[in-house]
């Protein structure tokens, strides 16, 4: 009966088309037991055709191993997965189980040109509760499993599986380790958090992470050396509650910055335990060396930061060297490959000064003024997704900078109905683009919320979502899809 159990595969990250599943997903195939299938009708009635020779499966026990030809399914960059399991056949009290958990929930996955993979951030907006015990946190995402990487003789650091979660005032972070933590001695476990996104700024953590801060035991510090050198100042400690194998921390997010993401690696060391320092056997890297980083989303509805600067600090000359000291809204990916493609967002930044707002953007390529609209900013100045024109499902905007106009919405929040207000100053160099307008333009606000839209169908004559880039990624399918900033003195 292996029909029970079903892997989803979205592979032109679209919900609005192929079979319509948990809210999230439109599945344009099916693994199913020995069996691919490609969706064939209309959304929501079920026609599937089988492609054979494309899958292959083995089932042992409690575990299942797939395999499928990547042409089978299109060569997609991008996939959302929804993994389903269908209890029908065994009982008269069917019970479905869905991963991830929850409606409008799927998982996404990557494909980079060379085979390899990213995972999508993890975000969980959730207040927990510092007591040592993980049963709040079993219905969060954790950045998954970790193997049992460390074997030597008498070592009690080796972390099995780790989360992070927020609310307006906090972060908080839990492990499980393998083995009961020794609090006596427990600087070997540590977390790096690198919260500018930027692997040539802070500690140098390995896989690509510049640590700028510490979680040490319960300790934590920021990073004041040069890179490579072990120079850290403490600035304060961390809430915390330790019972046997599982550890949960609370710190201040205005502690490490008010980062909207975080770029981290948590590592446990055994020298002090057992004399192993070797990086091998020793240490265990989670994520282990060279898979890169753990990514950690803050969602935009819980505080934003806040990049003041003197006024004239910024000169619009399409060079980023002023924004330099500034923090960005952390790196997208290079999303966009279809031929022709001219717009795909690499990083974006904001700053302000007294009376002016600043927005700054590095794009895949020369950004095309000649043709520059497709280059997009939508400003919610309300916090209200019920007013302004709706974005995905995170954000209702009130004015757009687009290419280098801004515009006022007016229309009832789903027609494209704009007025334009005036030109926006700029300066653009071939990737970079700097962008100035007034505060009192759009209302003085305090607080932004702002989703960057970059579409080539322009460019390519394809309309498909796989032309269209958003940051954050999460814009369509996330209520907390959005950037954050704040205008503070």
Do not use: C
């Not at 923090?327 to 974006?348: H, P, R, V, Y």
């Amino acid at each position: 009966s292996w029909w029970a159990w079903g892997v989803y595969l979205d592979t032109d990250v679209n919900s609005d088309t192929g079979y319509k599943i948990n809210g999230a997903v439109g599945a344009d195939y099916l693994m199913n037991g020995w069996t691919l299938f490609k969706y064939t009708g209309n959304g929501s009635n079920w026609s599937w055709q089988p492609i054979s020779g494309v899958l292959n499966a083995r089932a042992q026990s409690d575990i299942t191993e797939m395999s499928v030809t990547r042409s089978a399914i299109g060569n997609p960059e991008s996939i959302n997965v929804l993994f389903r399991s269908d209890n029908s056949a065994f009982s008269s009290s069917p019970k479905v189980d869905y991963f991830p958990d929850g409606n409008n929930s799927a998982f996404t996955y990557q494909l980079d040109g060379n085979g390899g993979v990213v995972t999508d951030p993890v975000s969980n907006n959730q207040t927990l509760s510092i007591d040592g015990n993980i049963n709040d946190w079993n219905q969060l995402q954790s950045f998954g499993v970790d193997g049992n990487d460390i074997s030597s003789a008498n070592s009690q650091a080796d972390i099995l599986e780790g989360w992070m979660a927020h609310d307006a005032t906090s972060l908080f972070v839990a492990y499980r380790n393998d083995g009961n933590i020794n609090t006596s001695t427990w600087w070997p476990w540590q977390v790096y958090l690198d919260t500018d996104s930027n692997g040539a700024t802070g500690f140098n953590a390995d896989n690509g992470v510049g640590a700028n801060y510490l979680i040490q035991g319960s300790g934590i510090y920021r990073y004041i050396g040069t890179g490579s050198d072990w120079a850290w100042q403490y600035i304060g400690g961390a809430v915390n509650s330790v019972n046997g194998a599982i550890a949960e921390l609370k710190i201040p997010r205005a502690l490490i910055g008010n980062p909207s993401a975080i770029r981290a690696i948590f590592k446990a060391r055994n020298g002090i335990f057992n004399g192993d320092y070797s990086s091998a056997t020793g240490i265990d890297s989670y994520p282990n060396l060279g898979s890169g980083y753990l990514t950690y989303v803050l969602g935009g509805g819980n505080g934003g930061f806040s990049n003041v600067v003197d006024n004239n600090t910024i000169s619009l000359n399409g060079n980023l060297s002023d924004w330099a000291q500034l923090q960005s809204f952390g790196l997208d990916a290079n999303e966009i490959s279809m031929t022709g493609a001219k717009a795909d967002f690499l990083e974006t930044w904001m700053a302000h000064d007294n009376t002016n707002l600043y927005f700054a953007y590095r794009n895949d390529g020369a950004v095309d003024t000649s043709t520059w609209w497709p280059w997009q900013i939508f400003i919610d100045t309300d916090a209200n997704i019920s007013t302004g024109y709706k974005v995905g499902i995170s954000l209702g905007a009130k004015y757009m900078i687009q290419g280098g106009a801004l515009y006022q919405y007016t229309g009832s929040g789903s027609e494209w109905s704009w007025q334009y207000i005036s030109s926006v100053t700029n300066g653009v160099s071939g990737a970079i683009a700097e962008l100035q307008i007034s505060q009192s333009a759009i209302g003085d606000p305090s607080n932004l919320r702002v989703v960057f839209k970059a579409s080539n169908w322009t460019f390519t004559g394809d309309y498909s979502s796989a032309g269209t880039d958003y940051v954050p990624d999460a814009a369509l399918t996330n209520s907390e899809g959005y950037l954050s900033y704040t205008v503070s003195e």
